[in-house]
């Protein structure tokens, strides 16, 4: 791996990759497998893994099945548990990257500023902070989910204790025996609350809105199961198809559309409330108000127990505004505390609108958003030619693996990428009536979806109330359409 004093490949790239998260990652390595070249991932942090290098808060982990939550060229048949946590993530990431020959292409502490498309010579001209890179194409795997959002609450700056985003977590913040408040109740919210609150002398837990939360039923894969994924890779393979199918059936009958099964699941959900918190004023304020699935359903086994702690408690108020001593909510009172936690959520714009990318005549990002966020399948923008998004708008996934989407979206790029190679093609830039078309079809199947109808707002939802984040059909429907690029929806030259 090149350290950050080691220049930059000059001349002129075949693909600049941005990120070296799982998209990053498998776009470097099908890049390899196919020969493509020359090619250079960059990374703007200190190591390898994107938000699994990022998130190292206590209790991180990922809610999808570790055998799932991996790539399919890269199997790894000894995962610990059936929910992988963050370490084990991040390791396996370093590993894969490391096995993979990719690190002489990576390249850290690399931050793209910016680019612009070179018309004349069909090349993006990128700026990093190390220095100017040129590619033919740019594939960026830069996740959605890496600018932490803090809240704009009155007296934030003004907090005297210690304060830090749950993304960012520091780590040389002692809280034991402190009194620990903690802001917003999201996937993030529910791991590490039950890691630090035996800690604190006291955990205050600032909720706007309860979530609803399913049980988890994590375990240790045991040694027998591991040896036969080790020695019988099909019974691995096989493993994976059924938590595929378990994720997309159980989703699509229940959590994409308010129907029968909904209830059903709310039901699960309350028992699962019930029988940890036995107390009923703390279980109605724990009890969500809009339909399960509107915003992302949470897992855990141990978050509700946590709640019924001694030294731990809720709040339900609005915050009011954070003086220096602690927090005051809309009631007037006053809790005092030595450190506050934001689990707030990630700006999901934010990577994507602060590179300045300026594509063909002057377009800049922001101005092809200006009506929102929006990309054919989710990976190409017109008027941006030779730029692939992965994890773009609408390809998220509420209730089942990312990766799966990666993997298409990769696919997407690379036949692009193999036709510049191998049929003389210099640019691909996506149809804007291909684009309008999937954009439109998309909104629609959105209407009646639980994300919008379910009576909650969330951060899959832009400022005019269009959901922009997720993909509102099932991942072999994404996968089919969007693996292989069609000539047919680019301008091709
Ligand atoms: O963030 P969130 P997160 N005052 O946006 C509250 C992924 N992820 O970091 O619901 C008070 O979900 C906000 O309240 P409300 C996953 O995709 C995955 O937890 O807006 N509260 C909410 O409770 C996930 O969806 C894993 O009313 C405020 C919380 O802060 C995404 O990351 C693990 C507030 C934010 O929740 C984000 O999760 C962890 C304010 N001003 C994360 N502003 C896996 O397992 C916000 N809130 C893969």
Redesign the pocket.
């Known amino acids: 791996m090149s350290d950050s004093n080691a220049p930059l490949p000059g001349g002129t790239l075949a693909v600049l990759i941005i990120g070296s998260g799982f998209s990053g990652l498998a776009m470097g390595i099908r890049c390899r497998q196919t020969g493509i070249g020359p090619f250079a991932i960059v990374e703007k942090s200190d190591g390898i893994g994107g ?1 699994w290098h990022e ?1 190292t808060y206590p209790g ?5 099945p570790s055998h799932l ?1 991996s790539l399919s060229y890269v199997p790894k048949h000894d995962w610990s548990r059936l ?1 992988p946590q963050q370490p084990e993530i991040a390791a396996y990431l370093r590993e894969t990257a490391r096995a993979q020959g990719l690190l002489p292409h990576l390249h850290l502490h690399t931050r793209v500023i910016g680019a612009s498309w070179d018309e004349a010579e069909a090349v993006w001209r990128v700026e990093t902070n190390r220095g100017p890179l040129r590619a033919r194409a740019i594939v960026s795997g830069m996740g959605g ?1 890496h600018h932490p ?1 803090l ?3 009155p007296g934030r700056e003004s907090f005297a204790g210690t304060a830090f985003h ?2 960012s977590w520091d780590h040389a913040c002692d809280l034991r025996g402190k009194r620990v408040g903690v ?9 590490f609350v039950p890691q630090i609150a035996p800690e604190a002398a006291h955990l205050t837990l ?4 309860p ?1 609803w939360i399913m049980p988890k039923h994590d375990r240790p894969i045991t040694e027998r199961a591991k040896r036969a994924y080790r020695r019988l890779p099909l019974v691995r393979r096989l493993f994976r198809a059924q938590l595929f199918w378990i994720h997309e059936v159980r989703a699509f009958m229940g959590f994409t559309k308010v129907s029968k099964l909904t209830g059903q699941a709310e039901g699960l959900a309350r028992r699962h409330l019930a029988k940890a918190v036995p107390d009923k004023a703390l279980r109605a304020k724990l009890t969500p108000r809009y339909r399960l699935g509107c ?2 359903v949470l ?1 855990s086994d141990d978050f509700y127990p946590t709640m019924m702690r001694p030294n731990v408690s809720l709040e339900t108020g ?2 009011a505004r954070i003086t220096p001593s602690g927090v005051i909510l809309e009631d007037g009172s006053a809790h005092a505390l030595d450190a506050i936690i ?5 700006d999901l714009t934010g990577g994507f609108q602060k590179l300045d990318l300026v594509g063909r005549g002057g377009l800049t990002l922001p101005q092809a958003w200006r009506d929102g966020m929006g990309a054919f399948q989710g990976i190409t923008v017109a008027g941006f030619p030779n730029l692939f998004l992965l994890m773009g708008p609408n390809t ?1 996934l ?1 209730h089942n693996s ?1 990766i799966l989407m990666i993997e298409a979206q990769v696919e997407h790029a690379l036949s692009c990428l193999k036709a510049m190679r191998d049929k003389g093609v210099r640019v691909f830039d996506v149809k804007p009536e291909a684009q309008a078309r999937f954009l439109a079809d998309v909104q629609a199947r959105m209407a009646d979806s639980i994300w919008q109808t379910g009576g ?4 899959y939802q832009d400022h005019k109330g269009r959901n922009t984040a997720l993909w509102p059909g099932s991942v072999l429907a994404y996968r089919r359409g969007a693996r292989r690029a069609r000539v047919s929806d680019y301008r091709v030259s």
């Open positions: 938000t998130n991180a982990a990922c809610d999808i939550y929910y989910l959002a809240p704009n609450i749950s993304a802001i917003g109740t999201g996937a993030s919210a529910i791991q600032f909720q706007r809105t979530a915003k992302r897992i609005g915050i934001y689990a707030t959520g990630f998220g509420g990312m909650c707002t969330s951060w």
